[in-house]
Nanobody, 127 residues
Framework: QVQLLESGGGSVQAGGSLRLSCTAS????????IGWFRQAPGKEREGVAA????????DVVDSLQGRFTISQDDTKNTVYLQMNRLKPEDTAMYYC????????????????????WGQGTQVTVSS
């Protein structure tokens, strides 16, 4: 089993920044790819970014490149999502998720199925 705990959400004004954290524990074998997703009220969940824990390879969805970055600290089993120049449309519940993939090329949020999920952390951006 894999346990994921998100933190770092909160309220911020447009243009501000937040850094979300996802701390993983449990079965290391099953979680070599960590992804961030978000879901706004009334909208479908969407992928944000992913990182392959062994290679460090990252993938950020096109619409968020330049504002969002994903990174990791292996010593803390933690993956970070740095969000800059936040906009009101970034308001959502943010979730991290884990999966084991065969290669770094499979570590992304566009179609890869993630079986392990955290409880989420709320991000609210006011105008």
């Amino acid at each position: 089993q894999v346990q994921l705990l998100e933190s770092g959400g909160g309220s911020v004004q447009a243009g501000g920044s937040l850094r979300l954290s996802c701390t993983a524990s449990g079965d290391t074998y099953s979680r070599n790819c960590i992804g961030w997703f978000r879901q706004a009220p009334g909208k479908e969940r969407e992928g944000v970014a992913a990182i392959h824990k062994m290679t460090g390879g990252t993938d950020v969805v096109d619409s968020l490149q330049g504002r969002f970055t994903i990174s990791q600290d292996d010593t803390k089993n933690t993956v970070y999502l740095q969000m800059n120049r936040l906009k009101p449309e970034d308001t959502a519940m943010y979730y991290c998720a884990a999966v084991r993939v065969a290669s770094t090329w499979g570590c992304h949020t566009r179609g890869t199925t993630f079986p392990y999920w955290g409880q989420g952390t709320q991000v609210t951006v006011s105008s």
